[in-house]
DNA sequence: CTTCTGACTGGGA
DNA sequence: GTCCCAGCCAGAA
């Protein structure tokens, strides 16, 4: 690809697509299976905030949180209130300090599930 | 071109 | 557990 037809912010949309119901990631994992690392987890979650209401409704952005397993929110709160029952409604389940267990519902890859 | 900002991450105090 | 700081990447001004 002489200048990438797929920018950053659209590749990092298309591998949100691929997380399957009831798993989240993160955007740090996100970024290191689109470009090899965890580098880009910044812009990641930038292409994520650029998001208008017709894709949000097609990108599950919802499934995309922190590293430490928190809803991540801009300035928009009202952003993180539907994500967290979007997620409570797919199953998966908070802690007392409101963080999620990666281990148990962290997304494993689109090739890497192999197990 | 330079500079700043951000839905981030990791390490240290 | 918390708070603070430095680093990296992509886009906008």
Known sequence: MTKQSSSFFQRAIE???????????????ISRL?????????AVGYALAGLSEEEAQVIPWWRVIN????ISNSRQEHRAIIQR???????????????????????????????
Do not use: C, H, N
């Not at 591998?15 to 994992?29: A, C, E, F």
């Not at 997620?87 to 192999?114: A, C, H, R, T, Y």
């Open 15 to 29: 591998m949100v697509k691929r997380i399957p119901d009831g798993q989240v990631s993160t955007y740090g994992q």
């Open 34 to 42: 689109m470009s090899g690392s965890v580098r880009g987890a910044r």
């Open 67 to 70: 590293a430490q397993g928190r």
């Open 85 to 115: 029952k979007l997620l409570e409604e797919e199953g998966i389940k908070f802690d007392e300090d409101e963080s999620i267990d990666l281990s148990s519902f962290g997304w494993q890859g689109p090739d890497e599930v192999m197990a």
